[in-house]
């Protein structure tokens, strides 16, 4: 089992910048993956940001060059950078860790208006 616990998100201006954390407990040395999906009212789950063991990224072309993932291996979490954010940006975001399943967290309200 692994558990996930998400912080940040919150409300910000078009333009602004936000950070969200997740800290992985339990099973942690089981995960290959982790990463950040959002879901925006109406909308499948998508991805966002990814990046696995060995440090390999992967982003969702809406996000490229405007978020970045970092994952601290000691502390065993992962963090989005979001900046240059953009109303179609406002979504409840979710990490996700992949052991033999997946694991989500709790969900983050980003949502970004003036």
Same mark, same amino acid.
């Given at each position: 089992?692994?558990?996930?616990?998400?912080?940040?998100?919150?409300?910000?201006?078009?333009?602004?910048?936000?950070?969200?954390?997740?800290?992985?407990?339990?099973?942690?040395?089981?995960?290959?993956?982790?990463?950040?999906?959002?879901?925006a009212p109406g909308k499948e789950r998508?991805?966002?940001?990814?990046?696995?063991?060995?440090?390999?990224?992967?982003?969702?072309? @809406? #996000?490229?060059?405007?978020? %970045?993932?970092? +994952?601290?291996y000691a502390k065993h979490t992962v /963090?989005?950078?979001?900046? *240059?954010?953009?109303?179609?940006?406002? @979504? #409840?975001?979710?990490?996700? %860790?992949?052991? +033999?399943?997946?694991?989500?967290?709790?969900? /983050?309200?980003?949502?970004? *208006?003036?």
């Amino acid at each position: 089992q692994v558990q996930l616990v998400e912080s940040g998100g919150g409300l910000v201006q078009p333009g602004g910048s936000l950070r969200l954390s997740c800290a992985a407990s339990g099973n942690i040395f089981s995960i290959s993956v982790m990463g950040w999906y959002r879901q925006a009212p109406g909308k499948e789950r998508e991805l966002v940001a990814a990046i696995t063991n060995g440090g390999t990224t992967n982003y969702a072309d @809406a #996000v490229k060059g405007r978020f %970045a993932i970092f +994952r601290d291996y000691a502390k065993h979490t992962v /963090s989005l950078q979001m900046n *240059s954010l953009k109303p179609d940006d406002t @979504a #409840v975001y979710y990490c996700q %860790a992949r052991a +033999r399943y997946d694991y989500w967290g709790q969900g /983050s309200q980003v949502t970004v *208006s003036s």
